[in-house]
């Protein structure tokens, strides 16, 4: 299969293009509270960048896949790069949203509240109230 079929067969269907779309509103989220003061050419080029950091890390993880592979790593370097792309851009937007979380003031918004309410049963079960 072609680098194209493979990239139809990782990302095709509805909840892959869910996928993608989350991953721009997590980049968009970051930069937007991040840089809230900033105009907003400079939100979104920073989100822009947020994105192809996080296409940039699936490459690596790619190559990675290529480097590691025993049997003949050039026969499959196609499915090699699609799965690099998805395990990449996942991880790198999940570790975005980690971040954005622990670190960015009010990076929820209005769910931080709705967040804090869930949260707070289990924070004192584990005697994290005070927290």
Same mark, same amino acid.
């Not at 050419?41 to 989100?47: E, F, G, I, P, T």
């Not at 896949?65 to 395990?87: M, N, Q, T, Y």
């Not at 003031?105 to 584990?126: F, N, R, T």
């Given at each position: 299969?072609?680098? /194209? *079929?493979?990239?139809?067969?990782?990302?095709?269907?509805?909840?892959?293009?869910?996928?993608? #779309?989350?991953?721009? #509103?997590?980049?968009?989220?970051?930069?937007?509270?991040?840089? @809230? +003061?900033?105009?907003? $050419?400079?939100?979104?080029?920073?989100?822009?960048?947020l994105m192809l950091g996080c296409f940039g890390l699936g490459i690596v993880?790619?190559?990675?896949?290529?480097?590691?592979?025993? $049997? *003949?790593?050039?026969?499959?370097?196609?499915?090699?790069? /699609?799965?690099?792309?998805?395990? +990449?851009? /996942?991880t790198a937007s999940v570790l975005l949203f980690l971040v954005g979380v622990?670190?960015?003031? *009010?990076? &929820? +918004?209005?769910? $931080? *509240?709705?967040? @804090?309410?869930?949260?707070?049963? &289990?924070?004192?079960? #584990?005697?994290? /109230?005070?927290?």
């Amino acid at each position: 299969m072609s680098l /194209a *079929d493979q990239l139809r067969g990782r990302f095709g269907g509805f909840w892959n293009k869910v996928f993608l #779309i989350l991953v721009a #509103i997590v980049c968009l989220r970051f930069a937007g509270a991040e840089w @809230a +003061g900033a105009p907003l $050419s400079k939100r979104l080029l920073v989100a822009l960048l947020l994105m192809l950091g996080c296409f940039g890390l699936g490459i690596v993880f790619g190559v990675f896949r290529i480097a590691v592979e025993h $049997s *003949d790593p050039f026969r499959h370097w196609d499915e090699c790069i /699609a799965w690099g792309l998805k395990s +990449g851009i /996942a991880t790198a937007s999940v570790l975005l949203f980690l971040v954005g979380v622990l670190m960015v003031k *009010d990076y &929820l +918004g209005p769910l $931080s *509240d709705v967040l @804090a309410k869930l949260a707070e049963p &289990l924070l004192k079960k #584990i005697g994290l /109230a005070a927290l």
